[in-house]
């Protein structure tokens, strides 16, 4: 419609003048100019991008491609992928959802909370993180003043009801919530709720994923006590070993959760939380950026190198990455590049 309607009024108005002289061809023009715009707009969505099922897919194939990658790419995280997927499923495929969908991702930095988002908008959108549905705040660049948040809450508001009016399957992603003042995030609240409409727009189509370090040390200490038990992450971890532990984390550690009423009213459909990394996930992700540089896997050095600068924790065992697999690309790239490590 938006690209449609400024040509029709360009039409009636060309026209305007004859109508009343030959009321018949001047339909067949209109019929004629109508069919002929029609397959023109038919034909730039393949090209461009359009609220369309080639442009925002609701395939469950896509959804199992999403899966297909999920388990190719990220590592030591089969709790988070299991809900995910799951919860997609449920909401892709409903035509009415009851309410806009709500992710939050919790846990510790370089565990892939950003990059399993990028995934996602990537299985959902022909155009990805680039699609006009699909928008992500960076609460340090885009909320860096906590004085501003009342000016901030609108203009995430304003920006939300934009993109949904343009396609109601739309994507939202928060990134580093806990670092966004308080009181922005529950602007957010009235589209995530069980309304059918809200300024007459439908939101329970769209999807928000909210990602922060909230509960991020709570998990770890949990993984650490779970692992300290024997049991292993693969097997035998489940969500209901972290619920509490999230929400406890969420709550008493200050950011935009803390005090948000989307937590105290359970707006927040899914709490994922992102386990921190042990030394064989942190190989695979290795191996993962050598074969992207066409290497058939990591050089056997290359990655006892990478491995002896990282730090792991707690300083007793040394079993998980301090900074999980973030900047492992920039490691791998220096190594290949023959040049000694840049520190970070
Ligand atoms: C969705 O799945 C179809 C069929 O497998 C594929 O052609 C298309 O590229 C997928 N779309 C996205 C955005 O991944
Ligand atoms: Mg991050």
Redo the contacts with the bound molecule.
């Keep these: 419609m938006e690209i449609r309607s400024p040509l029709w009024i360009f039409i009636l108005s060309c026209l305007g003048t004859s109508w009343a002289i030959e009321p018949l061809s001047v339909a067949m023009t209109a019929g004629a100019a109508s069919a002929i715009w029609g397959y023109f707009d038919g034909s730039l969505c393949r090209v461009m991008e359009c609220c369309d099922q080639r442009s925002t ?1 609701t ?1 469950a ?2 959804i199992s ?1 999403l899966e297909n990658e999920l388990s190719t790419y990220v590592y030591g995280q089969h709790l988070m992928q299991d809900i995910v997927i799951r919860a997609l499923r449920g909401h892709m495929e409903s035509p009415d959802p009851s309410k806009a969908l709500v992710l939050s991702f919790h846990g510790s930095t370089g565990c892939g909370k950003s990059y399993v988002s990028e995934f996602i908008a ?5 155009y ?1 993180m680039k699609s006009k549905f699909v928008k992500k705040f960076v609460a340090g660049i885009e909320f860096p003043d906590p004085t501003m948040a009342a000016v901030y809450k609108m203009k995430v508001q304003d920006k939300v009801r934009a993109v949904v009016k343009m396609c109601e399957r739309a994507l939202f992603i928060f990134e580093d919530v806990h670092l966004m003042p308080s009181g922005i995030l529950d602007g957010i609240l009235p589209f995530i709720d069980h309304h059918t409409e809200v300024d007459g727009l439908d939101f329970r189509k769209s999807i928000f994923i909210l990602l922060s370090n909230l509960g991020g040390t709570a998990i770890n200490r949990k993984t650490l006590e779970l692992w300290s038990a024997g049991r292993q992450r693969e097997d035998v971890i489940k969500l209901k070993d972290f619920e509490s532990v999230i929400r406890q984390g969420a709550f008493n550690e200050a950011g935009g959760l803390y005090n948000s009423v989307a937590i105290k009213t359970s707006l927040i459909d899914h709490y994922i939380p992102f386990l921190p990394l042990e030394e064989k996930h942190v190989v695979k992700c290795i191996d993962n950026e050598f074969k992207k540089l066409g290497y058939p896997s990591a050089p056997e050095d290359a990655a006892k190198n990478i491995l002896g600068d990282m730090t792991f924790m707690p300083p007793e065992v040394e079993l998980y990455s301090t900074s999980g697999c973030k900047r492992i690309a920039s490691k791998v790239s220096a190594y290949v590049h023959g040049k000694k490590f840049v520190v970070f």
């Design positions: 897919p395939d194939k896509n491609a990537r299985s959902l959108f022909a990805g």
